[in-house]
């Protein structure tokens, strides 16, 4: 630590010592703080998994629960609809149902 120290002083001179150490003081808290930022984005979006509480019986229960829970309307729409919207919801690529049937 001290030999990187003496380069340091030696490269930029004791003139420019303060300078720099204040430069690397705000690149290490700007750090610090796009660290933090992510790490709250992080946060939110674990917080915003649909959580599903009881058992479900049938898959459109279970849908249903998933878009009432993502503030999806279900009345009046079939289950491919439903998993359509829950998907673009979630940003999700949709899937072809028959196929996986």
């Known amino acids: 630590m001290i030999i990187i120290f003496a380069a340091v002083v030696l490269i930029l001179g ?10 690397m003081g ?3 808290s ?3 703080n796009a660290k933090n930022e992510i790490q709250e984005q992080m946060k939110e979006v674990n917080e915003e998994v649909p959580k599903i509480s009881g058992p479900v019986e049938t898959e459109k229960e ?3 629960m998933i878009a009432k829970s993502a503030g999806i309307k279900v009345e009046g729409k079939t289950d491919e609809e439903i998993q359509k919207e829950i998907s673009s919801k979630m940003g999700q690529k ?3 149902v028959t196929e996986t049937k």
């Not at 004791?14 to 430069?23: D, E, H, R, S, W």
């Open 94 to 96: 949709t899937t072809d």
């Open 30 to 32: 700007e750090y610090n």
């Open 14 to 23: 004791t003139g420019k010592l303060p300078g720099f150490a204040k430069k």
């Open 26 to 28: 705000k690149v290490v």
């Open 62 to 64: 279970k849908l249903e």
